[in-house]
């Protein structure tokens, strides 16, 4: 997108230019077509991949709510369910 200058004036602002912010930004952005349709393609496209993230992890939230040494292991930072359950699975 730097042809149209929209990379330059995202980027000065945020750390993540597809985060909520950033998408919000260019959704928002008025561009001329083509440009417009790839942009809105591509951003559609984040939010599916987004969507299906939220699913799986909502999924593993779901079969690991009841393990004690589970909900244990998140309270460290930067422990989420998923590597909460591999840590657990491999202490064997």
Do not use: H, W
Request: proline share 3%; glycine share 6%; net charge negative.
């Amino acid at each position: 997108m730097t042809k149209t200058g929209i990379a330059l004036q995202v980027c000065q602002n945020l750390s993540d230019v597809f985060g909520k912010t950033g998408t919000f930004i260019l959704a928002n952005t008025k561009i001329a077509s083509p440009d417009c349709m790839i942009l809105k393609n591509y951003l559609d496209l984040i939010a599916d991949i987004n969507k299906k993230i939220a699913d799986i992890e909502e999924e593993i939230d779901k079969r690991v709510a009841p393990d004690k040494d589970i909900e244990l292991l998140k309270t460290i930072p930067g422990i989420g369910s998923f590597t909460a359950f591999i840590l657990k699975s491999t202490d064997r």
